[in-house]
C-alpha cells in the first residue's frame, strides 16, 4: 500500500506529553441586541468532549477576534470601536488557574473596524487589518505582554467589481507564513491576496515580489490558511462562495492557484457568504464555513493540494461566521452569531466527517474561538 504524502506531518496528538486540556475563549459582539459582554472562557478536556460552562473573562466592547501570544501568557483581541481612528487593539495576561482576563493596556489599532489579527512567532509583534478603512498595521509587544507603538503600516488602494461590497479596499484577514518572513493579507474589497515581506527585528512590512495574486472578480477573499506542509496555501472567498487552492513558494512567499471549488451544494439557490476556513492539523482536510446554508463544509485534501468535497454539515444554529478545530483536531467548534449558540462537532479522523458531540454553549453573538492549554 502506497504511504500517504501527508503521513509525516501527522502531529502527536495521542502523545501522553500532548496537552488535552484547554482553556477555549469566545470572542463576541457586543451591544445592541447581543447579550454578551465581552471574551468568555470555557473549559475543554479533549480526552473525552467534556466542555464546560462559559464565564465572563473580561468586559471589553466587540471582541471580535482573538489572537494568543505564543508564551500562552497573553491574549490579544480586535475592538471594532474605541481607538482615537475608530478601532481599538486590547491586550489581557491569562490568569492562571482561572482562565480569566486581566487587562493590560490598549491602542489604536490605526483604522477603522479591524476585525481580524495575529502574534508573530517571535512573540514581539502583533499584526492586525482593519476592515472599513482597508489597512494594514503591526503594534510592537512588550515583555509584559502590553502593546506599544505601531513599527509599520499599510493603507490599501482600489476596488473590484461589486458596488456594494467593493468600493474600496477590505483587508479581512491576516497570516504569518510558517517560516515568519512573510504576512498575507486577504483584502475582499480588491479580490486581492497581498503579500508583505515581514521583518520580525523591525516589524516592518514590505510589498513582495509580486505584491498579490488576484481571485476571480466579484469573489471577496476573506480568511486564509496554511496547509502544514508548508506547500499548500487556501483561501475562503466570501462573495462567490468558493475556496480558492494554491501552490506557496516560501522562498519566494509566491501563490500561484490551483483550482477554485465551490461550498455550496449544486441545488443551493438562497443568499449566502462564507466565512472561515480551516486546515485540520494531519494536513488531510480542510473546512469552510457558510453563512445562510448554515453549514460546515467538509473538503479531502490530495498529495498536490487539490480539495474534493467530503460533505455539508448543518451547524445546528444560525449564521457561523467563525470556527476552530481543537489542537488535537479531534473536535470542531462552530460559532452561530445569530442564534447565540457554539456547537461542538466530533471529527473523524479517517473520514473527516463531522459528527455532533450533543453540547451546546449558550454565548451572545459569538463570532471566534481560540484555544490555550490549561496545564
Known amino acids: 500500500m ?7 506531518l501527522i502531529p502527536a496528538i495521542a502523545s501522553c506529553a500532548a496537552p488535552s486540556r484547554f482553556l477555549v475563549y469566545f470572542g463576541t459582539y457586543t451591544g445592541g441586541k447581543s447579550s454578551s459582554k465581552g471574551i468568555y472562557v470555557a473549559r475543554f478536556d479533549a480526552r473525552t468532549g467534556t466542555l464546560g460552562d462559559p464565564e465572563l473573562a473580561a468586559e471589553v466592547a466587540n471582541p471580535s477576534f482573538l489572537a494568543i501570544h505564543p508564551n500562552r501568557r497573553f491574549l490579544y483581541a480586535v475592538g471594532e470601536s474605541g481607538g482615537p481612528q475608530g478601532g481599538a487593539v486590547s491586550a489581557f495576561a491569562i490568569e492562571r488557574p482561572s482562565g480569566l482576563l486581566k487587562s493590560i493596556n490598549q491602542v489604536s489599532s490605526r483604522g477603522r473596524g479591524p476585525c481580524h489579527l495575529t502574534v508573530d512567532a517571535t512573540g514581539r509583534y502583533v499584526l492586525v487589518v482593519n476592515y472599513s478603512s482597508g489597512s494594514t498595521a503591526v503594534i510592537a509587544l512588550g515583555e509584559d505582554g502590553s502593546l506599544g507603538e505601531s513599527t509599520a503600516f499599510v493603507q490599501h488602494a482600489g476596488s473590484s467589481v461589486n458596488p456594494k461590497r467593493q468600493e474600496g479596499p477590505h483587508a479581512h484577514s491576516v497570516n504569518l507564513s510558517p517560516d515568519n518572513r512573510f504576512a498575507v493579507v486577504a483584502d475582499l474589497g480588491l479580490d486581492q491576496v497581498l503579500v508583505y515581506r515581514f521583518d520580525a527585528t523591525r516589524g516592518s512590512l514590505e510589498p513582495n515580489d509580486p505584491p498579490f495574486v488576484r481571485v476571480a472578480p466579484g469573489s471577496g477573499p476573506r480568511h486564509f490558511a496554511f496547509h502544514p506542509s508548508g506547500r499548500f496555501a487556501y483561501v475562503i472567498n466570501e462573495l462567490a462562495s468558493t ?10 512567499g509566491t501563490l500561484s492557484e490551483i483550482q477554485t471549488v465551490s461550498t455550496l451544494p ?3 439557490s438562497g443568499e449566502n457568504y462564507t466565512a472561515e476556513v480551516v486546515v485540520h492539523p494531519n494536513g488531510r482536510f480542510l473546512y469552510g464555513s457558510n453563512r445562510g446554508h448554515d453549514s460546515i463544509a467538509a473538503f479531502a485534501i490530495d498529495g498536490e493540494g487539490k480539495l474534493s468535497l467530503i460533505g455539508l454539515t448543518s451547524t445546528e444554529g444560525s449564521f457561523p461566521r467563525n470556527f476552530a478545530l481543537d489542537p ?9 452569531q445569530r442564534s447565540d449558540t457554539v456547537v461542538l462537532f466530533r471529527v473523524d479522523p479517517k473520514s473527516g466527517k463531522l459528527g455532533s458531540a450533543g453540547r451546546t454553549l449558550r454565548i451572545g453573538s459569538p463570532v471566534c474561538v481560540r484555544f490555550v492549554p490549561a496545564d
Do not use: E, K
Not at 502506497?2 to 509525516?8: E, H, I, T
Not at 488535537?328 to 452561530?336: K, P, Q, V, Y
Open 2 to 8: 502506497r504511504a500517504s504524502p501527508f503521513l509525516c
Open 266 to 268: 449544486q441545488d443551493f
Open 328 to 336: 488535537t483536531g479531534r473536535w470542531l467548534f462552530a460559532a452561530n
Open 243 to 252: 475556496i480558492t487552492a494554491f501552490r506557496w513558494d516560501g522562498a519566494r
